[in-house]
């Protein structure tokens, strides 16, 4: 018997005591063992709960059980959660997490720890939810060099970008409507903002490049600013907008942005829509893969955290390896990224905008002003340019 | 050092030595070993290749020296391969596997004596090439109970089916060309008769049950006869046509089958084109999810087993659980399986086929003839009232 506790009683720490107790003998099969959930930390009692008896509001009687072995993590947000994560690890305790914050800021010490002390850190679910992302990195892409990622990270912001473009609705509409559904939180700026996907995107790259990226370093970028009207560009333009998160090694360094993109219609995350995420990974050998799911929501969140507890199970008293250093990779400035860029023009600035940009194409499709897309620039170059240009409207990236 | 064979120097077998060779360093670090390809088994020289000084013709060179720990079996077909992995598994050297025909006919069997022998008998690149699937299937999905498979598994059949759609070319014309690019074999049965895909959803269908699933039972229908016509009917029909391998977990019991569907242009498998490979699996928890990417070709294929040699290496003298027992599953026979048929029937069929099917929408894009879509019934009551209905031009399947 393999005991486990869960911290955090919420959204997924419930859904990780569910999903336990509905697969049990599926899961306890592929564990070789038998799990058991044996506390539930809360600040909250749970009277009525199925698992009441099993809730406890200390956290030193979970690190002084000896016979817990795994720990789950569920609460989110970096203390206590951090605090505890390093006390259950020095312990030899592994843990298993959804708290894409925390790996994000402290992942690589985590992962230390955890070494030395002959256990693991686990964190399938911090990106992508229940799509199986973070293993098939560490044990999957194994033969490759990673080149490139792009990911559709977070389900709030795809979700209403989605709705935006099939119904020609405003941003502040469809934040309305998702938070009153529950799709979003009463307060969106983590979402919106994009730095939920920032966080991802951090995680991502470290493990593409085995070194250590802070989401601190990241230039991010959210959808607030889109509308309607841009999607009607969006259309003509054959493409859809998505916030994506990406990193590239390019030759001089590497680079990692979130921000909206206008990407094409042939490309295979036009198709995410909705709730869905999808990371789309180019390796050196293989070219490109894509993984696809939910990205978040209680169950599929869950899965992902449960499936960490099978690895832990499978490898108790030895670490599995993950390549994260603590050595920080400095970023290359977002500036000297290149790309093409659309850009919406009041009609009186026209004259202006073909002096200053390469235009590739351009689309009218809106009284009084232009649509223009420029051949590929440097952002350094396109900010420059765009402080000569007070009659631009707004300006989107591409992606192809 | 931990020295490796590649038996079989063809494209997937230069494509290994390859591999090894590019991404050395991240190879080695990941494997915590250094990689070293001592041996390739071949009938033939190779004059003038970088490594024509490793090729042997003699497998009992490779099976008596100590130090090969791993062995690439990149030969394809049943034999020789199958007495050379077991002789390797049963001397205690993992085996590497591409070979689809010989998992499929002999995997849990060759499972059995890689265990008995604390060694490994892998094969990610047997199925989606370089998409990784076997590996999150057996290390990823572990909190889930998968309740249904539905994969593109051939990358020929799949380029012809998009290039049919996109030029409006009929089978026969788009195969020469694909034999003359090389993307279809000079005897193409196998792609094109679902073999191949037979063999790819049997290994899946065993590992999402645990049992064996045989592919000799699974229903398998190829593409020759899809036309240009049928998709006239599909793009009407908003769908395309593909040929999916589909693996069912039903209230009354397992169901598999190969055979060109009509998808719908809203299920994410639609949007896979071309020589690229897409796997849908639906969790009872996760929900949605699917792993995208080149499922054949000589780098993405070497580099899946590559990634093998660096799980072999990282666990020398250990074997890693794979629940894919020699208990033979009974599969439902398929014409208890129901859906919806689109059937194209002669004008003069229309007032029959009217009185012999439910039928939920017509289309009528072709002088002559009428394109019915049906309500869900089972295989058997369609094939019943088709023997009525001699007017009936063909029909395809619909998964939504």
Not at 176 to 181: C, R, T, V, Y
Not at 295 to 322: E, F, M, N, Q
Request: hydrophobic share 40%; proline share 3%; with cysteine.
């Amino acid at each position: 018997m393999v005991q486990v506790a869960v911290l955090g009683y919420g959204t997924v720490g419930s859904g990780v005591v569910e999903v336990i107790e509905k697969n049990k003998e599926k899961i306890n099969l592929r564990s070789e063992a038998e799990l058991n959930v044996k506390y539930i930390l809360d600040l909250r009692d749970f009277p009525g709960d199925p698992y009441e008896d099993k809730v406890v509001h200390d956290i030193n009687l979970i690190l002084e059980d000896e016979e817990v072995k795994i720990v789950c993590e569920t609460m989110g947000g970096i203390e206590p959660a951090f605090t505890f994560s390093k006390r259950a690890l020095e312990l030899g305790k592994s843990v298993c997490t959804s708290n894409k914050e925390l790996v994000a800021a402290h992942g690589p010490e985590l992962l230390e720890i955890a070494k030395a002390n002959k256990c693991n850190y686990l964190f399938e679910a911090s990106v992508g939810g229940g799509i199986p992302i973070i293993r098939p990195m560490n044990y999957s892409l194994t033969a490759e060099k990673i080149e490139s990622i792009t990911g559709i990270l977070n389900g709030t912001t795809n979700y209403i970008l989605t709705k935006m473009e099939r119904e020609g609705a405003d941003f502040s509409e469809v934040l309305k409507e998702a938070q009153e559904k529950g799709y979003a939180e009463r307060n969106p700026e983590a979402d919106v903002e994009g730095h939920d996907a920032c966080r991802k995107i951090a995680i991502l790259s470290s493990l593409m490049t085995g070194k250590y990226v802070k989401y601190q370093d990241i230039y991010t970028e959210g959808i607030t600013k889109i509308s309607a009207e841009d999607f009607r560009y969006a259309k003509e333009l054959q493409t859809s907008i998505k916030l994506l998160g990406m990193s590239k090694d390019t030759k001089d360094g590497y680079e990692a942005m979130v921000a909206p993109f206008m990407i094409s219609d042939d490309h295979p995350l036009h198709a995410v829509n909705g709730v869905f995420n999808a990371i789309f990974v180019h390796g050196n050998m293989l070219g490109d893969s894509m993984f696809y799911g939910r990205g978040a929501g209680k169950l599929p969140t869950a899965s992902a955290v449960v499936s960490d507890v099978v690895d832990c199970a499978r490898h108790l008293g030895k670490t599995i390896i993950c390549i994260w250093d603590k050595e920080e990779l400095s970023l290359k400035d977002y500036r000297d990224s290149s790309k093409e860029f659309f850009l919406r023009v009041k009609k009186e600035g026209w004259e202006k905008a073909k002096e200053l940009f390469e235009i590739q194409q351009v689309v009218e499709i809106i009284d009084g002003e232009v649509g223009i897309v420029t051949k590929e620039m440097t952002e350094r170059a396109f900010e420059e340019k765009a402080a000569k240009l007070p009659e631009m409207i707004t300006r989107i990236r591409m992606e192809k």
